[in-house]
């Protein structure tokens, strides 16, 4: 079955950039829906950013646009989410979801969309 690990978070300064990295193994995701979300403390899972299964079309967050790009290597069978100019509220921990019978769209940042989830990665944004 479908196992997605992600990797890339740590701490960082305010204004700093990251590189989430999620890694796809057993199953080719060349046909998913793949979908990057945050968890922050206390709060519930939200969706930051999703990219259709040929990485042609992309949907983010208000809050990320323009600060967040998501894109993939489905060669490499892997998903990656890059954070510039990072804010104290973007801390949190990021998963990466997928689900091959999604339709890229407006429910595509609908965490209960996705059947297959990432353990997550740490992102602290801190000064």
């Known amino acids: 079955q479908l196992q997605l690990v992600e990797s890339g978070g740590g701490l960082v300064q305010p204004g700093g950039s990251l590189r989430l990295s999620c890694v796809a193994s057993?199953?080719?995701?060349?046909?998913?829906?793949m979908g990057w979300f945050r968890q922050a403390p206390g709060k519930e899972r939200e969706g930051v950013s999703c990219i259709s299964h040929s990485g042609t079309n992309t949907k983010y967050a208000d809050s990320e646009k323009g600060r967040f790009t998501v894109s993939r290597d489905n060669a490499k069978n892997t998903v990656y989410l890059q954070l510039n100019s990072l804010k104290p509220e973007d801390t949190g921990v990021y998963f990466c979801?997928?689900?091959?019978?999604?339709?890229?769209?407006?429910?595509?940042?609908?965490?209960?969309?996705?059947?297959?989830w990432g353990q997550g990665t740490q992102v602290t944004v801190s000064s």
């Open positions: 057993n199953v080719g995701i060349d046909y998913y829906v």
């Open positions: 979801a997928a689900d091959p019978y999604l339709q890229f769209g407006r429910y595509c940042l609908n965490k209960g969309e996705y059947e297959w």
